[in-house]
């Protein structure tokens, strides 16, 4: 059984960085793809960004060139670094391991979570 665990998140400036952790076990991590979707406070979870076996990327518009996904598949690892944060990124950010089927990520399996806020 896959288990995702999410570190890195915290509070904040508006304009400052913050980079998210997400260490994988029990799966094969090399040969699935991965993504970090988001979910604020009354909104609708949505992906942020994800990353395909190959390292293909993909980003959602809203954080194209302030979000970069990465992976290290020998750390088993998937990380998100996030420049030039604004108020609007506040949001709960999780962890998925899934399939990418042309062009699109689809989750299969969900980490708990961390927060991430923005404010002054």
């Known amino acids: 059984q896959v288990q995702l665990v999410e570190s890195g998140g915290g509070l904040v400036q508006p304009g400052g960085s913050l980079r998210l952790s997400c260490a994988a076990s029990?799966?094969?991590?090399?040969?699935?793809?991965m993504g970090w979707y988001r979910q604020a406070p009354g909104k609708q979870r949505e992906l942020v960004a994800s990353?395909?076996?190959?390292?293909?990327?993909n980003y959602a518009d809203f954080v194209k060139g302030r979000f970069t996904i990465s992976r290290d598949n020998n750390k088993n690892t998937v990380y998100l670094q996030m420049n030039n944060l604004k108020p609007e990124d506040t949001a709960l950010y999780y962890c998925?391991?899934?399939?990418?089927?042309?062009?699109?990520?689809?989750?299969?399996?969900w980490g708990q979570g961390t927060q991430v806020t923005v404010s002054s």
């Open positions: 029990g799966t094969i991590f090399r040969l699935y793809s």
């Open positions: 990353i395909t076996s190959a390292g293909t990327t």
């Open positions: 998925t391991r899934g399939t990418t089927y042309n062009g699109y990520y689809r989750a299969s399996d």
